[in-house]
């Protein structure tokens, strides 16, 4: 599985950014993607988590209603539709995926859950 996120950049708090993440390889073996950030001087956080085959989500209570996960199943994309920025959400964003062997039941939501990461990308909020 390789992962490849993009999309990143500086906007003004308030604003809007759109993350994306092209995958390849056995993508829909483990049916999860996750998106996780990382602050800078803090350890990596899980931000939420879509199902391949359903769409159906979990999100971390620090974004629940500003952030939202989609995922276009024919082109292998998922994405991080991120409204009403705030500045405490930058960092460095991360799409990740389970083992190809994950067979749980429930969403992973931690960094030792994902076995594929991509090369993040940069976001920052301004004030």
């Known amino acids: 599985v390789q992962l490849q996120a993009s999309g990143g950049g500086l906007v003004q708090a308030g604003g809007s950014l759109r993350l994306s993440c092209a995958a390849s390889?056995?993508?829909?073996?483990?049916?999860?993607m996750g998106w996780f950030r990382q602050a800078p001087g803090k350890e990596r956080e899980f931000v939420g988590a879509?199902?391949?085959?359903?769409?159906?989500?979990v999100y971390a209570d620090s974004v629940k209603g500003r952030l939202a996960i989609s995922r276009d199943n024919a082109k292998k994309m998922v994405y991080l539709e991120m409204n009403s920025l705030k500045p405490e959400d930058t960092a460095v964003y991360f799409c990740?995926?389970?083992?190809?062997?994950?067979?749980?039941?429930?969403?992973?939501?931690?960094?030792?859950?994902?076995?594929?990461w991509g090369q993040g990308t940069q976001v920052t909020v301004s004030s």
């Open positions: 390889g056995q993508t829909f073996s483990s049916n999860v």
């Open positions: 879509i199902r391949w085959s359903s769409g159906s989500t």
């Open positions: 990740a995926a389970p083992s190809i062997y994950y067979t749980r039941s429930y969403f992973p939501k931690s960094v030792e859950e994902y076995a594929y």
